[in-house]
């Protein structure tokens, strides 16, 4: 993967949160955090593993690797936190070769070493999977997610 294709991936990446945002800032606390199942109990758990997932990778690249989650205390703080991670990422993407190899310790200890293209492959992948989980989860809320993908951004 070439710096164009791994800058075009993250664009696409925002551009899918950027459409997620106005119906997660939509719910009430109550709706937010209703526990409906899926890999985290509620729609707020499960974007915020998305959001501090991604903090995670960032560090790692970054080479801070402090593998933290705080605990944002709802949607509008967490999406704050998010929008500072884009702009911080962004900045990082200007100098980010594709294949420069990332060493960090995941949050076990274990050490790795991870090529910069494959862990923002990982990452939109990851956030990917758990979009599908906020689709299901706001259906058994009663709602109507949004339909965004990949192949919408494309067509821009």
């Given amino acids: 993967m070439d710096k164009s294709e791994l800058i075009r991936l993250v664009k696409a990446h925002n551009w899918m ?77 200007e100098t980010a070769a594709p294949q420069s190899p990332v060493s960090y310790r995941t949050s076990d200890g274990k050490p790795y070493t991870t090529l910069v293209s494959d862990i923002i492959l990982h990452m939109t992948s990851h956030a990917h999977f758990h979009r599908g989980q906020l689709v299901t989860q706001f259906r058994l809320l009663g709602l109507k997610p949004p ?10």
């Fill in 17 to 93: 949160w950027e459409r997620w945002w106005p119906a997660l800032l939509e719910l009430s606390p109550e709706q937010a955090r209703k526990e409906v199942g899926g890999s985290f109990p509620s729609v707020f758990d499960t974007a915020a593993h998305m959001v501090w997932s991604e903090f995670n990778w960032q560090e790692r690249c970054d080479r801070a690797g402090q593998n933290t989650t705080p605990e944002p205390e709802d949607m509008t703080v967490l999406k704050q936190d998010w929008e500072a991670l884009a702009e911080r990422r962004r900045k990082w993407l």
């Fill in 147 to 156: 339909s965004v993908h990949f192949i919408t951004f494309t067509r821009l």
